[in-house]
């Protein structure tokens, strides 16, 4: 239960319950993260590279330096320097992309696959098993709350450079609704 009232969301203490939940749970991720990628002798965008290669492959996709780049919003010169690094430390491998020889593929290498697996099974146990605790009537809401809830994130403008960021909360439509979202989250 929370404590004392919100800066924005005062009128119900509910919703603030739900979203501090919510914070605490990006901070425990965040948290895992670092933890992660410092034990297995990288940073955190190194570890979300290798996720990014290692996703393409469950998937049956070649994974392209340039697909890295534009996964983790970061620059060409950049991600040469990650992927080197990844490279040198043995977590990565660079091959010839048999689809297209001029081009260059990305490969975790068995190392980084049994590290991966070793560090981030029992979590992977532990989250399944708090998905199970919740109850089966109560499953589908929460995915299209948590849905409707990276949507958000999604929507948020970036300012364009040299103009300040919007101020205050955020901007509801008339009477403080906001049907479009809230009928998209309750339909899915």
Known sequence: MSEGPSYWYADDPSVTD????????????EAMRRRTSAGM??????LAALQVVVAGERAGRAVHPHDVAHRLGITTASTVKLVDRLVAAGHLRREQDPDDRRAVRLVATPHAHDEIRERLTPMHAGMAD???AVPAEARRPLVAYLHALADVFDDVAVPEPGRPAPQGPLQDGPAGERPERERAWRDR
Do not use: I, K, S, T
């Open 18 to 29: 739900v979203l501090e939940a919510v914070r605490r749970l990006r901070r425990a991720d």
């Open 41 to 46: 002798g990288m940073n955190v965008r190194d």
């Open 130 to 132: 708090a998905a199970r």
